[in-house]
């Protein structure tokens, strides 16, 4: 039987995904979105919001034409014998079934009570960095993976002096050397230096970063990109699983009867493993799965859809298969200077600084796993 009340905790992308897909799947129930914020879709912060406020609007999602109730508060508890959903407001709110979508927030490396740590996350961290860019001369990034590469590069692109700070070379843990050494080529020609260390926030409030050697560096703007921590502390007491984010099996459900849940809080079981990838892809692919598990439907879309795309120093970056890369890839398109098509068989295939759709990568991708014809005698 289809439920008669829905409540999605959450109105971000995976949220949002399944609010529309239910509708489009012909659920005609009461639908509740309980979230304190606006919907956000939050690729675009790092891109287009740092560089232009007349973004800001584009990436606020609006529920209203699906004919949903938004609660704005935060989640505070689940009483899953009970079917409700406590809200900190001091609300009630029953549910038949429930999809917990509340993401993820930015990791932090502030000593306790330290202020003036910078992150971005949420629209309001766009405007403040943006803000910050226009009045400085130069920033520090602690964090050489895509977020931090994509907030350097908008710094050096409104005219900063630019330092990213990783323990870890830039982009390698991911990308591989080949595509990873490119990148940060294309990143030092836009003027964005690179520092292989340790960093520890230094100043009240902060401003700057001391190194593993001890050596300190100074900027107008610090900023943390390392990483994302799951949603999850409302929900320790009720008796859900977690390990790495609330764990869903291939379908979008949780350990708990009729709940399910789907993007940056999520973490897929994987036989023994539990991988937990907080990519936009993975929030729409998982709300849509989540939306045709709670009416009971089958659903074609993957639990985990290897697609990403990045944009660092001017150069486009989309990614269809399994990271990371490792070794050299084949070249399917040259289009110069390093860019082009390129394949890692038989998994993955990379557009590097050319434009190409993710439908056609994705055929390109089918190509790579058919046996070439047999010669003929």
Not at 114 to 127: I, K, N
Not at 299 to 312: L, R
Not at 319 to 337: I, M
Request: proline letters at 6%; a negative charge.
């Amino acid at each position: 039987m289809s439920p008669r009340d829905v409540v999605v905790v959450g109105g971000s992308t995976a949220g949002a995904t399944v609010l529309r897909e239910l509708r489009s799947r012909g659920y005609e129930g009461r639908l509740t979105v309980v979230d304190p914020e606006p919907g956000t879709n939050r690729p675009p912060l790092s891109k287009a919001v740092l560089a232009d406020a007349d973004a800001e609007g584009s990436v606020l999602i609006d529920h209203a034409a699906l004919d949903v109730e938004h609660v704005r508060a935060a989640a505070s508890g689940l009483d899953h014998s009970a079917r409700t959903l406590l809200t900190a407001d001091g609300g009630a709110r029953p549910f038949d079934a429930l999809v917990i979508a509340t993401g993820s927030r930015a990791r932090r490396i502030a000593a306790p009570g330290q202020e003036g740590e910078l992150v971005l996350r949420t629209v309001e961290d766009a405007r403040r960095l943006r803000e910050r860019f226009a009045e400085a001369s130069s920033a520090l990034v602690v964090g050489a993976g895509f977020l931090g590469l994509e907030v350097a590069t908008a710094a050096a692109k409104a005219g900063l002096r630019v330092t990213v700070v990783d323990v870890d070379p830039p982009l390698q843990r991911l990308l591989g050397t080949h595509l990873a050494s490119s990148v940060c080529d294309r990143a030092a020609a836009l003027g964005i230096a690179f520092r292989r260390s340790g960093a520890t926030l230094v100043g009240e409030p902060v401003r700057g970063v001391r190194l593993d050697d001890g050596e300190e560096l100074a900027a107008d703007v610090v900023v943390s990109c390392v990483g994302d921590e799951p949603v999850t502390d409302w929900l320790r007491d009720s008796g859900i699983e977690l390990d790495r984010g609330v764990v869903i099996d291939d379908r979008a459900r949780t350990s708990l009867d009729d709940v399910c849940a789907a993007g940056d809080v999520a973490a897929v079981r994987a036989g023994e493993h539990v991988v937990r990838a907080p990519f936009w892809a993975n929030a729409v692919t998982q709300g849509r799965v989540a939306a045709a598990s709670i009416l009971g439907q089958s659903s074609e879309d993957p639990i985990v859809d290897h697609y990403f795309w990045t944009e660092v120093a001017g150069t486009a970056i989309k990614v269809v298969g399994p990271l990371p890369l490792e070794g050299e890839p084949r070249v399917l398109e040259d289009a110069g200077s390093g860019s082009g098509l390129l394949a890692w068989d038989p998994s993955t295939v990379v557009a590097y600084g050319i434009r190409r759709s993710v439908p056609r990568l994705r055929a390109a991708l089918r190509e790579l796993s058919v046996p070439p014809p047999a010669e003929h005698r």
